[in-house]
């Protein structure tokens, strides 16, 4: 009789491949004992990622025992997993129980560890057919997911129109029947929005591919795939229920920005990008496409998060499978290793892994029968949270692709004392460990010291299959039966630069960048009489003509070629969303039906919007593009970038800066990055290039194409600027404009129209006919609209500012593709209001569609001073362009308040200079818009103020710099922290203009680490009307916290008043300095009018820090020792409070 591993190797290799009759295999009384992840540690050799390197690592000496030992693995595969996939649908259940409802996710893990023994037995000659059959299982699996997302094809396709969780993909099917479920079989139907599972199954297809298995059929199906690679490609502006499916951790039904979700989109895009579905058999019809712009924008949001996971999660579990196995999201070894110890630091304890801080999932204290928390709840979980062992094992996995054996041993040690078995001896994973009812208060009273009890889910009747599969994963590698490049065919775990070049060539690909990148440029000048004129300085260009058979397209017209990507009449699916080629999209060389093309950037493309205007705000953005592709290009091959000069550029009084420029990239840099110049015919061969083959099937002329056409004259005289005849220098003498609004009729203002010459007068006439009649009245044959569309583009031929953004503010117009840079500002963690300062300020905290932005701006903006709604357009478009790149110059401001940060540039302007660059008392809607810009940035770079004190010759007073600071918003380093000390010890809550920051629920519902705290105190800050009596009230906070921390023993009895305090500390510095002023400075409604500011506090603003410091902290001990004002002091004594 054979016993223990012999008799199930025996029985799994032969009686019916581990089963008899259908049912799983029986081991009688005996127990098995595994080895893998119980069994000693057996340390890999060198991941290389060599063919021999395998070959080595997996020598085999003995192959009766290999084989016995993966028939062993084969038979608990066959009980633990293959036993319980729907004979129809391919999908698995979560837990073993559960006979309706398939899981996703779990699918996918329960697919992977099948395909991994699949990988393991091609290391066999004689199989006897085992390999087969699980990688027809995997293959099934698959097939049966995507056939469930085929039957709702229609939310693709609304998910790519609009992102919203009624759009999502289920994440859960009928077990049997592949259909979707009931609210009755799913209660957390509306919670299925989870963008990491369909970034999962996109990387698993591709490794499974590339394994040699077929698992996509029809071009139906491939462009489904394509499709899918849609809807991930938005996941960094995509707010979902992550990988817990349920959002934020107060489980509120909230979703939120998760890192994890668009880690793995990431690792999704660079995974799949130039993948052929159909596997080596395929053709060029069937490779997918990834928008590398969209790439990018996924991984720079998930860089900047890290090692954050979301707004209301400091971090998070599920960051594991992302920085680790399967995804590998970022070799960025700093990240990767601060973001895995946060997790450790933070979530590890003696039984698992808990998923985030003050997660009630499973614990003795979460009421199941609510789907939701009430507010405040998850405090009562914290201490409690249940523990998951599935963590040690993806450590363990983590350890096996990063080389660390004691990482490997450690997690080993800890899974083994967790580990269950049932009847047979098989090895069974707790889900989760939790603390019992009986215990929960000595836990909470001293962490990690009560017993844990392993949950149901997960036992031997009723197996978590997510842990079964990630423990029979880790078991093959640590028996060595697989090796970790067998795992990841496509080499994830290597950074992309130590990755084997996909063969062909025919497709971009992700391959690191070099780090002396250099980013060839072609000069295309619009016509021959230009290319003439900027060859007397040097400039060599070129022609359209001359690039022939290179044909230089607009980037919309690639847009329509693109729109072919992924359609398909019979799927309902409309191909790519009309959304813009990217700079890194435009730096690419294309071969489209037999055509080779070249596409200018967006920053070349002739809008309605007046900043096309401005000569010197082109060059700077062109400098700005160069830097942006140097920086973020990730592909083989070299950028290409197309930099057009038009004729009216060189009208255009500025355009020596422009032939600067052009000099400075022909020598082969641009401040610091390296550049090289040439005919496009030279560059061709040394640049990345991506065939489009898809569109071999469409006939290029049904798109109507128009190519960047070459202006032709036949006088081609012009050799040198002088000789081009200059745009006119305007100027328009001041006027009362408010004597127009006097007027009773609207035809006495068509008189006063028809006499008035200037531009900005015209306007502002045109705008009182609108507001009285409508935008489509006439006037002498042309309606208002009209006239104003040619008063803008005379005034911007002319560059009369104020002129050209007053028609464009009564026009309504909008900037171009602003909503992508307010996108770029929300997913760096920041916040912005649009409104003027005095007035509604509306808070844009989501991505916004440009009709939702445009109804925020417009609605908000003063009807007497329309010009605001444009100026702020302006602000929006430099922030998210500044923050891309200097994401630095935004640290310490949580909210960028668009009409405050205006109101600090005037005041900027008012601060006496030693230098006439500024001094000219200019209003700011009539300089141009790259001046606009040069002064955020100047604003900007104020943050150090004893450093910049002389930078440009300013003479700024203390005063002056709170109000500055207070515009911006900006708070000193580790603020919001000070700020939850504070509140810790104060249980009436802190006040401020008769605004309160409470106590609790506060302290209840949040932590101190997470972003959502941070922006509640900034709406308390923001109920704060003068900017400089908010920087004070900054400063208060930061001096109370420094007293609470070097005098622990106090405490708040009642609410801490600031207005009081501040008054307080005015009347010691009114008393020292001899003056009698009235000190009462709060407002029951917040609100301060500038004439009723007390001297005594316009002085007090204007002392040093060093001295208001000293008379708060007095204000604040008085505070604190007076105990009629309701404070107390724990510690009896009468020692005085330290205050330095």
Not at 518 to 546: D, F, K, N
Not at 786 to 795: C, D, F, G, S, T
Not at 1114 to 1127: S, Y
Request: charged share 25%.
């Amino acid at each position: 009789m054979l016993t223990g591993i012999k008799r199930q190797a025996y029985l799994a290799s032969h009686t019916g491949h581990g089963s008899t009759n259908g049912n799983p295999i029986s081991a009688a009384s005996e127990k098995i004992h595994f080895g893998g992840v119980l069994g000693p540690y057996q340390e890999p050799l060198s991941t290389g990622s060599s063919d021999l390197d395998v070959d080595t690592c997996l020598k085999i000496n003995n192959y009766e025992d290999t084989v016995r030992q993966l028939d062993m693995y084969y038979g608990l595969v066959k009980r633990q997993l293959l036993h319980y996939q729907s004979p129809t649908t391919g999908l698995f259940p979560a837990q073993t129980v559960d006979k309706e409802v398939g899981s996703v996710r779990d699918s996918i893990y329960c697919a992977s560890a099948i395909w991994s023994l699949y990988q393991a037995y091609r290391r066999i000659d004689d199989d006897r057919g085992k390999s087969y059959e699980l990688g027809q299982s995997a293959v099934k699996c698959f097939r049966g997911i995507l056939r469930c997302w085929l039957q709702v094809a229609d939310k693709v396709e609304a998910f790519k129109k609009n992102q919203v969780a009624q759009n999502a993909l289920y994440t859960r099917y009928h077990l049997q029947t592949g259909q979707v479920l009931t609210k009755d079989q799913d209660p957390c139907m509306d919670n299925h929005l989870q963008l990491d599972v369909v970034s999962l199954y996109l990387l698993f297809l591709v490794q499974i591919i590339q394994s040699g298995l077929q698992v996509i059929y029809t071009m139906d199906e491939v462009i489904f795939i394509q499709n899918l690679v849609y809807y991930v490609e938005r996941a960094y502006r995509t707010p979902d229920f992550g990988l817990w499916q349920r959002g934020s951790k107060y489980n509120d039904g909230t979703p939120e920005i998760h890192a994890s979700s668009i880690g793995m989109a990431k690792a999704a895009l660079e995974a799949i990008n130039g993948c052929n579905l159909f596997g080596e058999k395929g053709s060029s019809v069937s490779v997918i496409y990834v928008d590398i712009d969209a790439h990018n924008r996924n991984r720079s949001i998930f860089e900047t998060l890290l090692p954050r996971e979301s707004s209301s999660k400091n971090t998070d579990a599920s960051l594991l499978p992302t920085i680790s196995w399967p995804c590998f999201a970022t070799h960025d070894d700093v990240l990767y290793n601060r973001t895995k110890s946060k997790i450790i630091r933070r979530l590890k304890g003696s039984f698992g892994f808990k998923r985030f801080l003050r997660d009630g999932y499973g614990t003795a204290l979460e009421d199941i029968n609510r789907r939701y928390y009430n507010e405040g709840e998850t405090r009562d979980f914290e201490n409690i949270e249940s523990e998951w062992p599935i963590f040690y094992l993806y450590m363990m996995i983590d350890g096996f692709f990063k080389g660390l054996p004691e990482q490997v041993e450690e997690y080993k040690r800890l899974l083994k004392a967790r580990v269950r078995h049932d009847h047979r001896g098989d090895p069974v994973i707790p889900k989760y460990f939790y603390v019992p009812q009986e215990s929960v208060d000595y836990e909470k009273m001293e962490p990690g010291s009560q017993m844990r009890h392993p949950s149901d889910e997960g036992g031997s009747h009723n197996l978590f299959l997510w842990g079964q599969s990630l423990y029979i994963t880790a078991s093959l590698l640590a028996e060595g039966l697989v090796h970790v490049n067998e795992l990841d065919l496509i080499r994830r775990y290597l950074p992309s630069y130590n990755r084997p070049r996909k063969m062909g060539g025919r497709y971009s690909a992700f391959q690191g960048t070099a780090s002396d990148l250099v980013v060839q440029i072609v000069l295309i000048a619009e016509s021959m009489r230009l290319q003439a004129m900027m060859g007397t300085y040097g400039i060599q260009t070129q022609t359209p003509h001359e690039v022939e058979p290179v044909q230089i397209w607009p980037p919309k017209e690639l847009v329509k070629v693109y729109e072919h990507l992924g359609l398909s009449k019979r799927l309902g699916l409309q191909g790519r969303p009309t959304r813009p080629i990217g700079a890194l999209g435009t730096s690419k060389i294309y071969r489209i039906s037999g055509q080779t093309v070249l596409c200018y950037p967006l920053i070349f493309e002739v809008s309605d919007f007046y900043l096309s205007h401005d000569m010197s705000l082109l060059i700077d953005d062109i400098k700005t593009e160069l830097h942006f592709v140097g920086r973020y290009w990730r592909l083989s091959g070299r950028p290409t970038v197309c930099i057009l000069i038009r004729e009216e550029h060189m009208r255009d009084p500025q355009f020596k800066e422009m032939l600067e420029l052009l000099a400075m990239l022909k020598k082969g840099h641009c401040d610091g990055l390296k550049v090289r110049t040439g005919r496009l015919q030279n560059l061709i061969s040394s640049s990345c290039i991506e065939h489009l083959d898809f569109m071999n099937q469409v006939d290029l002329k049904e798109l109507n194409i128009q190519p960047f056409g070459q202006v032709h004259h036949d006088y081609i005289g012009y050799q040198s600027l002088t000789d081009v005849p200059k745009a006119l220098q305007y100027s328009e003498a001041e006027f009362d404009f408010t004597q127009f609004n006097k007027l009773n009729s609207t035809a006495e203002l068509i008189d006063s129209l028809r006499c008035v010459e200037g531009l900005h007068t015209q306007a502002y006439i045109l705008g009182v006919i609108q507001r009285r009649e409508h935008p489509e009245f006439v006037i002498d044959n042309l309606t208002v609209r009209e006239r104003l569309i040619h008063v803008k583009r005379l005034a911007g031929s002319l560059r009369h500012w104020s002129a050209v953004r007053l028609s464009s503010a009564l026009l309504f117009q909008l900037v171009d593709s602003i909503s992508p840079f307010i996108t770029t500002v929300l997913v760096n963690g920041k916040q912005l209001t649009v409104g003027v300062v005095g007035g509604v300020e509306v808070v844009l905290d989501k991505p916004m569609t440009p009709s939702e932005i445009h109804e925020a701006i417009y609605r908000h903006c003063p009807v007497d001073d329309p010009v605001q709604a444009v100026l702020q357009q302006e602000v929006l478009l430099y922030c998210g362009r500044l923050i891309a790149t200097h994401p630095n110059y935004f640290s310490g401001i949580l909210k960028i308040r668009v009409g405050w940060i205006l109101h600090a540039i005037r005041l900027y302007l008012a601060v006496p200079t030693d230098t006439d660059e500024d001094c000219n008392h200019e209003p700011l809607e009539s300089r141009s818009p790259s001046e606009i810009r040069r002064l955020l940035l100047r604003v900007l770079h104020l943050k150090n103020w004893t450093a910049d004190d002389n930078q440009f010759g300013l003479q700024l007073t203390p005063y002056k710099r709170r109000q500055i600071e207070g515009c911006l918003a900006r708070v000193p380093e580790g603020f919001y922290q000070k700020v939850w000390n504070v509140l810790k010890k104060t249980p009436g809550g802190i006040v401020v203009q008769g605004h309160m920051l409470a106590q609790e629920p506060t302290l209840s519902h949040m932590t101190m680490s997470e972003l959502n705290f941070s922006l509640l105190v900034e709406d308390m800050l923001f109920k704060i009307v003068r900017p400089e009596y908010r920087q004070l009230v900054v400063e208060l906070l930061c001096i109370v916290n420094t007293i609470l921390l070097r005098n622990p023993e106090l405490r708040f009895k009642m609410k801490l008043d600031l207005d009081f305090v501040i008054s307080e500390a005015l009347a010691m510095f009114l008393k020292d300095f001899g003056t009698e002023i009235d000190t009462k400075i709060s407002s029951n409604d917040g609100t301060h009018k500038k004439s009723s500011i007390d001297p005594g506090l316009t002085q007090f603003y204007n002392a040093t820090a060093a001295t208001t410091n000293g008379y708060l902290a007095r204000a604040v001990v008085n505070t604190v020792l007076r105990g009629d004002l309701g404070t107390e002091c724990i510690d009896d004594s009468e020692e005085s409070c330290r205050v330095s």
